[in-house]
C-alpha cells in the first residue's frame, strides 16, 4: 500500500469513527418527554398487558398468503 493510499485509509476510519461517535452523542442526549408521549398507548395499558404484547408483536408468524387450489 503506497503513503497516499494508507493516508486516504487513516483519514477515511478517522471519519467514520467521529461520524459514529456523533450519532451516538446525539442519540444520547438528554430529552425532556412525558410518559404520553413515550408510550403509544399512554397509560391505557397496565403492565402485563404491556409485557405480553411486546413478545406477541416480534413472534406472530407472518400472514398466510391465500394460495389458489
Not at 503506497?2 to 444520547?28: I, M, N, P, Q
Not at 398507548?41 to 408483536?57: D, K, Y
Request: charged residues 15%.
Amino acid at each position: 500500500m503506497s503513503g497516499d493510499h494508507r493516508s486516504l485509509a487513516v483519514v477515511l476510519f478517522s471519519l467514520l469513527v467521529a461520524l459514529t461517535l456523533a450519532v451516538t452523542a446525539w442519540a444520547g442526549r438528554p430529552r425532556r418527554v412525558t410518559t404520553e408521549e413515550s408510550y403509544t398507548g399512554g397509560r391505557l395499558f397496565s403492565p402485563m398487558e404491556n409485557g405480553f404484547a411486546s413478545p406477541a408483536a416480534v413472534c406472530r408468524p407472518p400472514p398466510s398468503s391465500a394460495s389458489a387450489a
